[in-house]
């Protein structure tokens, strides 16, 4: 599985954006980029995906660059509830069955 | 709608004895996993199923680990004997897909803590 790097713990204050970053420099093309948080006492919940081009959706923004070898995840207005690890995982294209693979992730600290 | 549901909440065994956990996840849902969380570690996953057939178990110890999945519904995953190091968080999720765009929906866990 292609690997993912992310900064082991990032802060923020409240309803101030976020940029999340994650490289992934030996991503191939049919892998897509994508973002799942874990909430405190939680599993895992969907966030976005992307494969070549820039994503948004209600939750987040999903910023991909022109090389793929990175990408950011943007909360535009970051909430207390938003404090959670936030994983960037390769998902394979080339593959039937799209196997999941979490690293470390990114734990978040929002300030009130 | 419902989402995956999970039992029990929490256990607490003494090791060498056998445990299982219950899985019932999203209706219509083809797709099922079964992932291992130690605290402090992203969750890493044990078994896929596809309907009610295995399509990943590369990551589960199958000396101690057993799990099933029912006429392609509910599954349950099995323990036995528990060791020490088996002490996590234990997540299924379910989706309606199972290729690369397909989007996991995770229970809430069965936390066992292994004495």
């Given at each position: 599985?292609?690997?993912?790097?992310?900064?082991?713990?990032?802060?923020?204050?409240?309803?101030?954006?976020?940029?999340?970053?994650?490289?992934?420099?030996?991503i191939s093309g049919t892998?897509?980029?994508?973002?799942?948080?874990?909430?405190?006492?939680?599993?895992?919940?969907?966030?976005?995906?992307?494969?070549?081009?820039?994503?948004?959706?209600?939750?987040?923004?999903?910023?991909?660059?022109?090389?793929?070898?990175s990408s950011t995840l943007?909360?535009?207005?970051?909430?207390?509830?938003?404090?959670?690890?936030?994983?960037?995982?390769?998902?394979?294209?080339?593959?039937?069955?799209?196997?999941?693979?979490?690293?470390?992730?990114?734990?978040?600290?929002?300030?009130? | 709608?419902?989402?995956?549901?999970?039992?029990?909440?929490?256990?607490?065994?003494?090791?060498?004895?056998?445990?299982?956990?219950?899985?019932?996840?999203?209706?219509?849902?083809?797709?099922?996993?079964?992932?291992?969380?130690?605290?402090?570690?992203?969750?890493?996953?044990?078994?896929?199923?596809?309907?009610?057939?295995?399509?990943?178990?590369?990551?589960?110890?199958?000396?101690?680990?057993?799990?099933?999945?029912?006429?392609?519904?509910?599954?349950?995953?099995?323990?036995?004997?528990?060791?020490?190091?088996?002490?996590?968080?234990?997540?299924?999720?379910?989706?309606?897909?199972?290729?690369?765009?397909?989007?996991?929906?995770?229970?809430?866990?069965?936390?066992?803590s292994v004495l």
């Amino acid at each position: 599985d292609a690997k993912t790097t992310q900064p082991n713990s990032m802060e923020s204050n409240e309803e101030e954006p976020v940029h999340l970053p994650c490289n992934h420099s030996t991503i191939s093309g049919t892998d897509y980029i994508h973002w799942y948080r874990q909430l405190p006492s939680q599993g895992p919940e969907y966030v976005i995906h992307g494969l070549t081009s820039n994503v948004n959706n209600r939750m987040a923004s999903l910023a991909i660059a022109e090389d793929r070898k990175s990408s950011t995840l943007i909360l535009h207005r970051a909430t207390l509830r938003d404090a959670a690890v936030y994983y960037c995982i390769l998902r394979a294209g080339g593959t039937s069955y799209g196997k999941l693979t979490f690293g470390q992730g990114t734990i978040l600290t929002v300030h009130p | 709608e419902a989402g995956v549901a999970q039992s029990p909440r929490y256990k607490i065994i003494e090791k060498r004895q056998s445990v299982a956990f219950w899985c019932n996840p999203i209706s219509g849902h083809a797709t099922l996993y079964w992932y291992q969380q130690i605290l402090g570690q992203g969750p890493k996953l044990l078994i896929q199923f596809q309907n009610n057939g295995v399509v990943d178990d590369s990551q589960l110890p199958k000396d101690r680990f057993s799990a099933e999945r029912l006429k392609g519904v509910d599954s349950t995953l099995k323990i036995q004997p528990a060791k020490l190091e088996d002490s996590a968080v234990y997540l299924c999720a379910s989706s309606l897909a199972s290729g690369v765009l397909g989007k996991l929906f995770f229970g809430s866990g069965t936390q066992l803590s292994v004495l």
